[in-house]
């Protein structure tokens, strides 16, 4: 009864908590979204800035986005979660910018979820990206659980959130959409047109089109980065 009334004054039956790559650790590490992507020259980007800081600079993930998301619930109900699924529009072409390195820490038990971007799909995975059987998961006021979230982009440019459907004490389904703490859409972003920057040795290489046979010279790189 309690439950019901506490729905009936809107609150909420779950409660989603994104954290990024950098707060906590997991096997996806080894598969990527740990890196981000500046659309600033190199000279302009501080070497010693947080991840959450390097995002309000203005830095999107580059290749891949990892999160966490900490599904609790302080209803004595069930609340069964039971799909999640990726909301994405394309935006092109890749981001200019320079390519720099993330980092990552904290541990828990948690399960695997890989999203294509360019496909719009989600997958359950192990803790090694291989696929598993679709899985329904469920919390309560005793119980959490921690997905972690791959979302890879390999061409192009995305904005996205996610979308869980989940239940209350087996009653109608309800949906809730997932997005950064601090914007809209989560941004991730392909290599294609980031430039190379190797801050152990200060240097910085410009992108260059693939089909090319080598690397155009210096003096025709547009708009230069480095």
């Not at 039956?13 to 996806?28: D, I, K, M, N």
């Not at 979204?33 to 020259?41: A, Y």
């Not at 991840?51 to 990892?66: H, K, Y």
């Not at 998301?69 to 069930?78: G, K, Q």
């Amino acid at each position: 009864m309690w439950d019901a009334a506490r729905r009936a004054a809107g609150e909420d039956s779950l409660t989603v908590r994104v954290l990024y790559a950098g707060e906590f650790s997991s096997p996806l590490h080894a598969l990527g979204g740990t890196e981000i992507i500046w659309e600033k020259r190199a000279s302009d980007i501080p070497h010693y800035s947080s991840r959450a800081e390097a995002r309000d600079l203005g830095a999107v993930d580059v290749s891949a986005t990892l999160v966490r998301l900490n599904l609790s619930s302080t209803f004595t109900e069930r609340v069964t979660i039971q799909r999640i699924a990726v909301n994405v529009e394309r935006r092109e072409p890749p981001l200019r910018g320079v390519w720099v390195k993330g980092d990552k820490g904290g541990v828990a038990d948690v399960r695997y979820i890989g999203i294509d971007l360019e496909q719009g799909t989600t997958e359950w995975t192990d803790g090694m990206g291989d696929p598993i059987p679709p899985m329904t998961i469920y919390v309560d006021g005793n119980t959490e659980e921690n997905v972690d979230i791959l979302a890879e982009a390999r061409n192009g440019q995305y904005q996205w959130n996610l979308e869980l459907t989940y239940t209350v004490g087996g009653g109608e389904p309800q949906m809730l959409i997932v997005s950064p703490p601090e914007a809209e859409v989560f941004t991730t972003s392909s290599l294609e047109n980031a430039s190379v920057l190797n801050v152990s040795t200060d240097t910085c290489t410009e992108p260059w089109d693939p089909s090319l046979r080598r690397p155009p010279p210096v003096s025709s790189v547009r708009d230069p980065l480095c």
